[in-house]
């Protein structure tokens, strides 16, 4: 892929949003491609692979802030007058005027860091460190140094626990399909048993230099893409890329207290980088199942627990639920109904290892049918109660 074959690339197109979008349609508009078009659903068909790298790849830079900035930036720059070497002027009156007539040293290479793709020309879903390709746009001189290592792409993916897996931790195997690392040349690109050499043309710093009157234009270099290095023997299956699409599973480790909704990062887990370059990181969006018994208010654990009558006016032990074993909580003489209890240490732990509390939460229950005994003794509290004074309703407001 040539400069401007790249810069020209329109990611809001493959996306099927306009310029003006916002983050959050942007995000929706990738969501429905990438599901559409996901591998797992469309086994064998390679129209669908493609297209679920390109969106992976306008996403990686468009759905990021800065780097959609500096990709807007650079898109400006180019329909206001700026030209590659060897397509014409230098710069066009929109495009760098106003710098009179000091001999002013633009390097391209500072608008694309880390060079083009790998041997087979392929930028594929590993694009994901188009922030290196473009970091540079903005108020720097030329550019010095081999490129910069371009990392693959962020990868997201989706995952449901229940309430007390996610209370306290667990770990899960998940299984991907995306690009990783070809196991055949192990990511080098190079067939076994040989290796990438130094490119001849750049002499393995990745950029050719041009003038062109008062400006100096550094490029990648068109022999090795801006690799550095070249490979004479690529690899029969990644095509010299260094990846491939292939299904694998992971561990993923969730820590104890991740609520509903929060992201889990595991580094270095997303795409594999061209020819051996940095994978990108996993993001796993944990959603967490209600509990029949349990929720939370921050790291407390909540649990309602029915209780009768006379338990609360007599006062006793009752037993309650944990995320562990069971436990017995004494209720006071007298409590009112509705009162929480809390027990210190048996809620979800912190993140620094200490647990919130239990709030035990006491409901009375009325019983619906009564024995005669019981009736008959019901009766009899009930007179004992009116004797001694007793009014449930002496400070109620609706008694007034």
Known sequence: MTQREWAEKDYYADLGVSKSASHDEIKKAYRKLARENHPDKNPGNKAA????????????????????REYDELRSALSGGFRFPGTGTGAGAGGMGGMGGRNFDFDVSDLFGGGFGGAGGSTGAGTGGLGDFLGGFV????????????RGADVETEITLDFREAAQGVTIP???????????????GAAPGTHPVTCTTCNGSGFTKEQKGAFAFSAPCPDCGGQGT????PCPECDGTGVTTRRRTITVRVPAGVVDGQKVR???????GLRGRPAG???VTVHVRPDEVFTRSGNDLEVTVPVSFGELALGGTITVPTLGDKIRVRVPAGTA?????????????????TPGDLLVTVRVKVPKNLDDNATSALRSYVEAERASGFNPREDWAGAK
């Open 139 to 150: 108020n720097r001189g030329a550019a010095s140094g081999r490129p910069k290592a371009r």
């Open 49 to 68: 692979e493609d297209k679920f790298k390109r969106v992976s790849e306008a996403y990686s830079v468009v759905g990021d802030e800065d780097k959609r």
């Open 174 to 188: 998940l299984q991907l399909t995306n690009p990783s690392p070809c196991t055949n040349c192990n990511g080098s």
């Open 281 to 283: 990181d996993l993001f």
């Open 337 to 353: 109904d509705g009162r929480t209890l809390r027990v210190r240490g048996r809620g979800i732990p912190k993140r620094n290892g």
């Open 230 to 233: 070249r490979i004479e023997h």
């Open 266 to 272: 595991l580094a270095g887990q997303g795409e594999a």
